[in-house]
């Protein structure tokens, strides 16, 4: 039986992996209106899952202005799909 991740299980940490496994890349201020978090909340969910390598974070400039663009790793990929299992499995009694 596939066991929760305790880095992945937190609500907006488990949101933020559920939006970026569906995009190839998503921008911090797209990840920070869907999740309605401040600046700093969103940048410590993201820099847990960065130090667990479950996502990449990425500057680069549009419209002359820097911006962050933040995807899932593949270790990141495998941890989220893992994390799922776990709960359906928590769902279904198995």
Same mark, same amino acid.
């Given at each position: 039986?596939?066991? !929760? ?7 907006? &940490? !488990? ?13 911090? &201020?797209?990840?920070?209106?869907? !999740? ?16 667990? +390598? ?5 500057? &680069?400039?549009? +419209? ?17 799909? +893992? ?12």
């Amino acid at each position: 039986m596939p066991e !929760l991740d305790p880095i992945i299980h937190a609500p907006n &940490r !488990l949101r933020i992996c559920a939006m970026l496994a569906t995009s190839a890349e998503l921008d911090f &201020r797209l990840l920070k209106a869907q !999740l309605d978090v401040s600046d700093s909340v969103l940048s410590k969910q993201l820099k847990a899952l960065e130090d667990a +390598n479950y996502i990449e974070a990425k500057k &680069r400039s549009y +419209n002359g202005r820097p911006r962050t663009w933040v995807s899932l790793t593949d270790l990141g990929q495998l941890a989220f799909n +893992n994390h799922v299992a776990a709960l359906k499995s928590i769902i279904n009694n198995d």
